[in-house]
């Protein structure tokens, strides 16, 4: 008989399976020149941030941080998306306003 996952479970092995939207908090939003990502807990993974229209404009890896911040003058105002990746399946994206 096949098991059947139970989408209940949170870690496995103490790793977390997914990241909960307040595993991160990003202020401040909207920013002007710089936000800062701060995350629950010490954190290694990868970011990345993406333009309305899906293009990545930004991206990178970051190593046993509790924040990190990210400079935002190259970028024009209006909205954009921040992928938050602690493993590469366990991500969170949150909206980011820049304005000038």
Known sequence: ???VCDPTITS?????V???????KIAPNPASDQ?????TQRSTGHYALYDHLGYEML????????SLSLDLTPYQS???YLQ???TDSDCVTKKLVVVE
Not at 12 to 16: M, R
Not at 18 to 24: L, N, R, Y
Not at 35 to 39: D, N
Request: with cysteine; glycine share 8%; net charge negative.
């Open 1 to 3: 008989e096949d098991e």
């Open 35 to 39: 936000t800062l990502i701060t995350f």
């Open 84 to 86: 938050v990746c602690i």
């Open 78 to 80: 209006g909205l954009y």
């Open 18 to 24: 997914t990241v909960k939207q307040d595993a991160i």
């Open 12 to 16: 496995v092995f103490g790793i977390p």
């Open 59 to 66: 991206s990178g890896d970051y190593r046993e941080v509790e």
